[in-house]
């Protein structure tokens, strides 16, 4: 019960240093800017057209634009989640803070829990604020709707998860800067490697679609982002365009599978059990 307090303590006070952080402003100017931007796009779509749209091609465009914005936002939480995470760990590391707050005692697997759990809630926060924000844009200038927007938030929030478990076994092992490069870095090249596939699918090569599929194996940002690209998007809409769509990178044709969900939350306990024994043999 006391590691249980001592874990959900840690948490709290990570989140809240989290707030204070510079990185915090950056990403609120950063959402704002975003939101501001996709409004007036939207607002001018159907009217700066030069032509008129059935309402299967107005969802069809919708979801393909809410789709660009919304893989903005997760660009967004990745950048700031990532340069987050390594000061909050290894910065307190290289000052000496994290020492002095293990000599109480507390175990290292404890307060990297917390650490672990405080970072969660904040980046997960974010794409639940900023994410309703944009359904709630797109709903008042297009009124569009997405049809599931829990379920492909929630695993938007999943690829933040992710990245910065990601980011905090990096952080054991490098410099903080050089931990958000680097998984920023990946994120980049998961999110590419999976436009390649889609486009080797989309044409019927299957050497360059497994690309696609490895990558998303290998790190599950992408996968969890075509899982959440699904739940923006109308199913209808994108089975009336035909398979003309096939490998656009802002539309996905499936749903993410129980067992891919279940290989992603098996991921994160991998990474996060490595960064548990990094950082317990790091010396402090």
Not at 126 to 140: D, M
Request: net charge positive; glycine share 12%; aromatic share 8%.
């Amino acid at each position: 019960m006391t590691t249980v307090r001592t874990v959900l303590t840690i948490a709290a006070l990570t989140l809240r240093e989290a707030s204070r952080r510079r990185v915090l402003w950056a990403l609120a100017v950063l959402t704002v800017a975003l939101l501001g931007l996709s409004a007036w796009g939207f607002s001018r779509l159907l009217a700066e057209s030069g032509v008129d749209l059935t309402s299967g091609q107005a969802r069809l465009v919708a979801s393909q634009l809410l789709n660009l914005v919304m893989f903005g936002f997760s660009l967004i939480a990745a950048l700031g989640t990532a340069f987050l995470t390594g000061p909050t760990l290894s910065g307190e590391t290289e000052s000496g803070i994290a020492l002095s707050v293990l000599a109480r005692p507390i175990r290292r697997s404890a307060l990297l829990l917390g650490k672990w759990l405080g970072l969660v809630a904040f980046g997960s926060g974010f794409i639940v604020v900023a994410g309703l924000a944009q359904c709630l844009v797109v709903l008042w200038t297009v009124d569009y709707w997405p049809p599931q927007p829990v379920t492909a938030l929630a695993l938007l929030a999943a690829q933040t998860t992710v990245l910065l478990t990601l980011g905090l076994l990096l952080s054991t092992v490098i410099s903080p800067m050089a931990s958000g490069v680097v998984a920023v870095g990946l994120f980049g090249a998961t999110w590419v490697a999976g436009v390649v596939g889609g486009l080797g699918a989309a044409l019927g090569n299957e050497g360059v679609a497994r690309v696609g599929t490895v990558s998303r194996v290998l790190l599950p940002t992408d996968g969890l982002w075509r899982g959440a690209m699904h739940g923006f998007q109308d199913a209808a809409a994108l089975a009336d365009a035909g398979p003309g769509f096939d490998g656009f990178p802002f539309l996905s044709q499936s749903a993410l599978s129980p067992a891919y969900l279940a290989w992603a939350a098996l991921w994160v306990a991998m990474i996060w059990g490595l960064a548990a024994t990094s950082f317990a043999r790091k010396d402090l």
